[in-house]
């Protein structure tokens, strides 16, 4: 593991920790109040916003969401993608034409438009928000496992199990899914830094849960509150470091993730 590595996986795991144990880490209460549109202080690191919440504070909590909905996404993405990937690889034939099929046409549906027009119609909430993003972001994932897929199961101890009797499906869960595994962990990486900035653009755009604060949500209120108006760059600044060094994080854990086996297979 590089030093850039090491130093992706600390940031990575400081903002899990701080999404996990916030009341500790945060100097103030979410509901504590003080006054309004303060400059950075000793008392207010971060100052305060519209209403007099602390900003430092409001920084560590909105890790929760923002972190929540970013890995629940690519989970759902993932596992569709995992199912839909391995079955089409390892039947064929009409199977893997309908699959493939559905999923270019998932590909070329333009997602961010789509997810803005449900968010307007039905009531926005973070579990509509991870269904769209986790039912709109498989495709490239089972494209990728497919490839796999397809050359795992010509190796001889596939072989072997189809030549003993052992069902297709028995086959694609005990022989094929543990060696592709490699190549779904840095997808389901780069899934979740996809999430997390669909979810920051959604909520900018005010089309995310109100009732939820997250790093995006942040930056909305701060736009709509006068932060940008005021100059408070504190306001809006480091909700949107933490996005962009969450996502370069996450993405380089990805990318050598997948440089690391790369590696072991040439080898």
């Known amino acids: 593991m590089t030093g850039v590595n ?34 950075p202080s000793p008392e207010h690191l971060l100052g305060t916003d519209d209403i ?30 995992l199912c839909i990937g391995i079955t089409a690889g390892y039947l064929r034939g009409g199977v893997d034409e309908v699959l493939m099929g559905a999923t270019d046409v ?56 189809r030549c003993m009797g052992f069902s297709p499906f028995w086959i694609m869960g005990s022989e094929v899914l543990p060696n592709i595994l490699h190549v779904v962990a840095p997808k389901f990486m780069l899934a979740t830094a996809a999430a997390m900035i669909s979810e920051a653009s959604l909520s900018f755009l005010g089309l995310g849960d109100p009732t939820m604060q997250s790093w995006g949500m942040m930056i909305s209120y701060a736009f709509s509150k006068g932060g940008f108006i005021r100059e408070m760059w504190w306001w809006y600044l ?19 993730s997948r440089e690391k086996h790369r590696e072991v297979w040439m080898e």
Do not use: H, N
């Open 238 to 256: 480091p909700p949107g470091i933490c996005i962009t060094l969450c996502v370069i994080a996450v993405a380089a854990i990805s990318f050598s």
């Open 106 to 161: 998932v590909m070329i549906i333009p997602k961010i438009p789509l997810i803005i027009i449900l968010a307007a119609f039905l009531r926005p909430g973070v579990w509509l928000l991870i269904l769209v993003l986790g039912l709109l972001g498989w495709e490239s994932i089972a494209r990728v496992v497919r490839s796999k897929v397809l050359q795992v199961r010509e190796t001889g101890y596939v072989m072997s199990a």
């Open 52 to 81: 007099g919440t602390d900003i430092l504070t409001e920084v560590i909590y909105s890790a929760r969401i923002s972190l929540f909905v970013g890995f629940a996404a690519a989970a759902l993405a993932t596992g569709i993608g």
């Open 6 to 39: 090491r130093w992706a996986v600390l940031l990575l795991v400081c903002f899990i920790v701080m999404a996990l144990i916030p009341g500790v880490l945060a100097p103030y209460g979410p509901k504590e109040r003080s006054y309004p549109y303060q400059d």
